[in-house]
């Protein structure tokens, strides 16, 4: 099945009312149910039911071995979690202070000096928050859904469980049963987003929001139904929409592809050559017995396979000898297995895998974690980065506009953040090279970096942003030490390295720059 990937829904209407919204939705179930019809063939697909599991055979239809090597499923759980297994966090975007020119001046009569520490305080209780809600395995589960099928959904509603830390509490919906809709113009900002689900009476029930509106619509089951007449509005006053679409691999069309369909047909091609030789085998050992010259009765044809796989034939003229021999043709084992191997290699660059098992250039710990395709796939994953990041940053919105608007719980004052404040933290591999992170993090705060900054730059710790806020005590206390111009021990002694700026090989036995101070 070749797909050109889901699509995005639009509509031409400026505002999302009562009164044009039935006609908005049934365009949009028509062109939604089109997009899952794709989706649930790629989950199936990626648990294991694949088209060489349909194969007929001509000849022989005895032995038809259908072998799945599911390549997709193992795309996909590298995927997940190279570039999901450790929590998203967000941290502190920038310091007001470090921007210059009329931005800073404007800025600076706005907030207070020191704002930008009531930011960090604030950032940290808003992981707090997402910490409560899980957000680590629900990213996870969204990742999952997008990375099959191109598209995932997320839900943020205001938390009504007053014992709970959270002001809002945040799921994962099935990209089956939900939809965003844009508006059609060149920014394609969203208008609607939509979330249904099948009543025990066959029917939809859906679940829509604009910026202004909360709509509650039924609709019966097919591509050609329309929504029911009656429906009812409820106020909305976030301001923002809810429902917020992630997408995997979108192009400029709009259409979002899952993490292996490129590679779909090199798949379908893998199982076939991999069915073959599972037949190659079957036949051998079923291999037909001939009879050359030879009589047999129908007792001896039934004492050998049971009467069946027997070919007898017999020569004409004298001299005739008399043969018993199977019948057999085997497979190049070794071509076919440069073949496998082939195939095997381009699914792993098309796909942006590392090729496991295979050792390729140095040995150290850099040299083995960038080799072998890991360089690539480091890249494949920062553009992965981006693209979760612009949906990340409405889900953003939505946290914050809920906080403002229930200013009596948000006792940390979340609501006062601007997206812009907000700095979303990725992390991967955080323990290897540990040890050169830690000099490089060490020499950045030594030579006056932001504590916040050099541990970002540094990445050896899954959040930033807890680590700095953590930390910071102890962090401007040593910086306040060097800037003295000498460092020192914590016993008033100079350090012997103090006029170093940067470790080298004479540090490998040492302990940090730091080491006595903290």
Known sequence: MLTKGRRMLFTDVDVITPQNILPVLNKAFCEHEWNVLEEIYLFDYVAGEQPILNRKKEIREDINERVVINVASRIKAFKLGYEFSNPITYVQAGEIQALKGKLAKILSKIFKKDESIKDDYRITALNEMLREQSKSSKDMLLADSFKTCGLGYRLILPNDNEEELSLFKITTLNPMRAFVVYKNDAFREPMLGVSYAITDNGTYKIGAWSKKNYFEITRPIGMNAACNEGFTVKPWTYGEIPVIEYANERNILGNSFGCFESVMPILDELNTVNSDRANDIAQFVQALLWFHNCELDDGQKQQLVDGNGLIITKSSGDGRDAKITYLTQTLNQSEIQSYVDYLKQETQEISGVPMFGISTGGSTGTATSMSNGYSEADSRAQT??????????????????????????????????????????????????????????????????????????????????????????MIKEIQKSYAKGTGTTSVGSEEPDAGKIMQDNSDQNKNSPLSGQL
């Open 384 to 473: 992965s980065e981006q693209e979760f990041e612009q949906s990340e940053r409405r889900a953003i919105k939505v946290m914050l506009a809920i906080a403002r608007h229930d200013k009596d719980r948000d006792d940390a004052d979340i609501g006062s953040l601007r997206v812009s404040d907000v700095g979303i933290k990725f992390t991967r591999n955080k323990t290897y090279n540990l040890t050169d992170k830690v000099n490089a993090w060490a020499t950045l705060l030594k030579n006056g970096a932001d504590p916040l900054r050099a541990t970002e730059i540094a990445s050896f710790t899954t959040d930033t942003q807890q680590f700095a806020v953590d930390s910071m005590e």
